[in-house]
């Protein structure tokens, strides 16, 4: 029998992982310190690569369903819009879902948690762990609870227990990196004013910066922002601090203060995702500015990432060494990611000159005229959105054809339903042109199934290749590129990377 797995942690992260394993049949226990579901909205944005994933788990209507999708950014100087990035424009060709998602962390988790339900998972909440130790063949943990602690055997532990996990301290994993001088703080309101609307309104002046987007009900407003020097020191610091500021920033009328929250941010990237059967994801293993929208999507990335392979293997359908492919995979975005938002998160929310003269000059003069830029546009959604992510330094990354290389993300073409026929279950392989090749009989013993699409113009702009076959993973990322007439190629590549024993 299969020993479970031990999710630590019912954040966004620990609820995914568990989701996209219970899909797939595998048998997991996810622990959560605290009492219940959290309550704090934290991450508002659902950027377009999680929303994909999602579509692979069957819940990406449900999770849009209960947001806002919010189609564009309006750049400010003060209350003065000077330009604006329209993502529904800059998405439409990238992505099923050109637009960002505003949906309370709250809300979403616990949509996460009822989907859970239908698998028959529960979170066993009030549940912490104490301790572990990696035994080789299994790894047996403490945890305690309220009636009675328990110590039970796993087959992997993934620590998804948050900036302070106690599964990255007991692997004694250095998290290197520091933390921003500014305060921070965030604050959802109900509110009115020209500056707030259905989008993501960004003010800057020579002294702040200052974030604005819908949550929930109409009238209802996410604000993010710097607190001045002066209310810095004074503790604890309140809304009633910042009222002044904040209408003079976007001459808001703010009615309500349902949630006001400071904060300091940090930027660390922990030195391994992994040791042996012990894995952490999520905050645990990364943290970095919450500007831009990144810190739970990079985790949920992490979870699939992770799930897929832990799937496989225990499922039998993949050797153990794919386990080595999650860290190389994702702490190289997550290094890049903390590096490039902390750059950014310097030069324009920095307080000396260099930064304030970003804020007044070049942001409202050449914001406006880069972003009038197609070329512009769809850069920013792509990296935004995380459809830019990409694989191709992956030891399960190989071939190329046409543009589309081993360990992209399988773009995406507006006119066909290739998206809806992928699923978190299995492999699939995109044949161009469609018919029955040698390619297609072998992989039917894999369990991989076929996807027939035509070497139309669409496909082709999007980097596909005439006589081409891309493998791609259950996370909608292609593993391999060949040609279908070398199917030997391809055979190499499913003989290392599949357990030939079991055919489903
Ligand atoms: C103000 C703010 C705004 C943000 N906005 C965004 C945004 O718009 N978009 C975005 O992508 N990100 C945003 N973020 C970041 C986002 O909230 C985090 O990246 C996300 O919550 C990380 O999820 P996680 O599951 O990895 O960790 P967490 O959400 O921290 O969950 C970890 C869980 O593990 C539990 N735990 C810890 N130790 C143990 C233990 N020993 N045993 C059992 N349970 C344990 C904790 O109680 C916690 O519930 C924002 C953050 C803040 C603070």
């Known amino acids: 029998m299969v020993r479970p797995i031990l999710i630590v942690g019912a954040g966004p992260t620990g609820l995914v992982m568990a989701l996209w394993l219970s899909k797939a049949g595998i048998p997991v226990r996810i622990i959560e310190k605290n009492a219940g579901p959290g309550e704090a909205s934290r991450a508002m944005a659902v950027q377009a690569r999680t929303l994909e994933l999602y579509q692979l788990l069957g819940i990406a209507d449900r999770i849009v369903a209960a947001g806002i999708p919010v189609h564009a950014m309006h750049l400010r100087r003060g209350r003065e819009e000077v330009a604006t990035l329209p993502f529904s424009d800059a998405g439409q060709f990238i992505s099923p879902f050109p637009f960002i998602l505003s949906l309370p962390q709250d809300i979403h988790e616990r949509l996460l948690i009822e989907e859970l339900s239908h698998f028959g998972v529960a979170v066993e909440w009030n549940s912490e762990l104490m301790r ?135 930027h660390r990237v922990a030195e391994h995702f992994r040791v042996g059967r012990v894995f952490i994801a999520g905050d645990a293993g990364h943290v970095h500015s919450p500007a831009g929208g990144q810190g739970m999507n990079t985790g949920i990335g992490d979870a699939v990432n992770l799930s897929w392979k832990l799937g496989a293997v225990l499922s039998g359908t993949a050797p153990e060494s794919i386990l080595d492919s999650y860290e190389p995979e994702r702490i190289e975005f997550a290094k890049v990611l903390v590096h ?71 773009p995406w073409l507006p006119n066909s339903d290739i998206y809806d026929q992928l699923s978190s279950a299995r492999w699939s392989l995109i044949c161009i042109p469609s018919g029955t090749s040698r390619v297609t009989e072998m992989v039917g013993r894999f369990g991989i199934k076929v996807i027939d699409v035509e070497f139309t113009q669409e496909a082709q702009s999007a980097g596909f290749a005439a006589d081409s076959a891309y ?34």
């Not at 109409?218 to 209408?247: C, H, M, N």
């Not at 304030?356 to 850069?379: E, H, K």
């Open 471 to 504: 493998l791609v993973r259950p996370d909608g990322y292609v593993g391999a590129a060949f040609d279908i007439h070398e199917p030997d190629l391809m055979l190499s590549y499913l003989e290392k990377w599949f357990t030939l024993s079991v055919e489903n």
């Open 340 to 410: 490039s938002t902390d750059r950014a998160f310097r030069a324009v929310v920095g307080t000396n000159l260099q930064s304030r003269a970003i804020r007044r000059f070049l942001v409202p003069r050449f914001g406006p005229l880069m972003l009038r830029l197609d070329a512009t546009r769809n850069v920013l959604f792509r990296l935004v959105s995380q459809t830019q992510i990409h694989y191709s330094h992956s030891e399960l990354s190989e071939g190329v054809r046409g543009s589309v290389q081993g360990g992209d993300r399988l």
């Open 132 to 266: 572990f130790r990696d035994d080789g063949d299994s790894v047996s943990a403490e945890i305690r609870r309220p009636e009675e602690d328990e110590i039970a055997s796993f087959s992997y532990v993934c620590g998804c227990d948050g900036v302070h996990s106690s599964v990255r301290q007991g692997l004694r994993l250095e998290f290197p990196g520091g933390t921003y001088d500014q305060m921070f703080y965030v604050a959802d309101v109900v509110a009115s004013g020209t500056a707030l609307n259905q989008d993501v309104n960004v003010s800057a002046d020579a002294e702040s910066l200052l974030l604005g987007f819908p949550i929930r009900s109409e009238g209802t407003f996410r604000l993010v922002g710097i607190v001045p020097k002066e209310f810095a020191a004074k503790s604890p610091v309140d809304f009633e601090d910042l009222r002044p500021l904040v209408k003079a920033q976007i001459d808001a009328e703010v009615q309500a203060v349902n949630w006001f929250s400071t904060y300091h941010v940090h």
